[in-house]
Each structure stands twice: as C-alpha cells, then as structure tokens.
C-alpha cells in the first residue's frame, strides 16, 4: 500500500524565496467523505489523479496516477466543487529532504504552507528558520477543507 507520512507547518518571512522555483498547481476535489479524498491536479502541462484516506497522525494512505491533461482539465470543470485550490509550490532542499512550500491564491491568498513528507512519524527533522507553527494535526489546513472554508473566511 501506498503511504504518505507528511508534516505541515506554517512558513514565516521570505527566506526561503530565493531558495527554489516554483510551479502552477490547480486543483480541485471530487469527493471528500469520512476523511477520504479523491483529488484532481493539474501541474504545469500534467495531470493527476489521486485518492488520500484518512489521516492518522501523520499517516495516510495515497495513491497518486497521472492522467491525460485533457481528461484532468474536463474532471475540474465538471466534476470538482469549486473553488479550486490554487497555488504555487516551491521545492526546498533542507537537512536532506525536500520541503515542499505551497503559495496559495485566489480565496486562499495570503496562505503559505510547508510540508515535508518523512520515512517514518518518529524520524527527526531539521527545521530551517522559516518554519513557524506546526498544523499536521489541524484539519483547517487540509487542502480539502481549503476549498470548503477558504482562508480569505477565517
């Protein structure tokens, strides 16, 4: 079984700006049920469909497969509730692993995200000095209830 082990923080300052390029993202939910997701992407010139299960911790259960752009672009516009989460993510090396920063737009401007996925719950990381509050626990950040109750509402 695929198995995501992932932790999320804030991010504070613009440090880690000049630290990587970022990338488009765009997507949205077809189903969000019992804390199982299943999730449309489109990045850059890609598609992607994935089904999360629900959090444990910091563990869920992920499965990710790419689709035809035409097919993820066709799912968004006729499938997904809306709005659609809308972002810029940034990948960070940091103490040996990747950080991933999500800059979110539209309904969720003002919003900036790190994750870092890790190979097990109890493995120790390095926190760079942008990193604030840790909210791996806290429902609210979850891209799937960013589009239910977007940051702009809080």
């Keep these: 079984m695929a198995k995501e082990i992932e932790r999320k923080y804030l991010v504070k300052g613009n440090d880690w700006r000049g630290l990587?390029?970022?990338s488009v993202y765009r997507q949205g939910y077809i189903a969000t049920q019992d804390g199982v997701t299943v999730r449309v992407r489109?990045?850059?010139e890609k598609g992607y469909l994935t089904i999360k299960g629900p959090s444990v911790k910091y563990s869920r259960a992920e499965f990710e497969y790419p689709i035809p752009i035409e097919d993820a672009q066709?799912?968004?516009?006729t499938l997904c509730q809306s709005p659609f989460i809308e972002k810029i993510r940034y990948?960070?090396?940091w103490g040996n692993l990747i950080w991933e920063i999500d800059e979110f737009d539209g309904v969720n401007k003002g919003l900036i995200l790190a994750e870092v996925e890790l190979n097990d719950e109890a493995q120790q990381i390095e926190l760079p000095d942008w990193i604030d509050t840790e909210v791996s626990e806290d429902p609210k950040y979850f891209n799937s209830n960013l589009v239910k109750c977007p940051f702009s509402q809080w």
Excluded at 74 to 77: K, S
Aim: aromatic share 0%; glycine share 16%.
């Design 91 to 93: 990948r960070v090396e």
């Design 42 to 44: 489109i990045v850059g």
């Design 74 to 77: 066709e799912m968004l516009e």
């Design 20 to 22: 990587a390029q970022g």
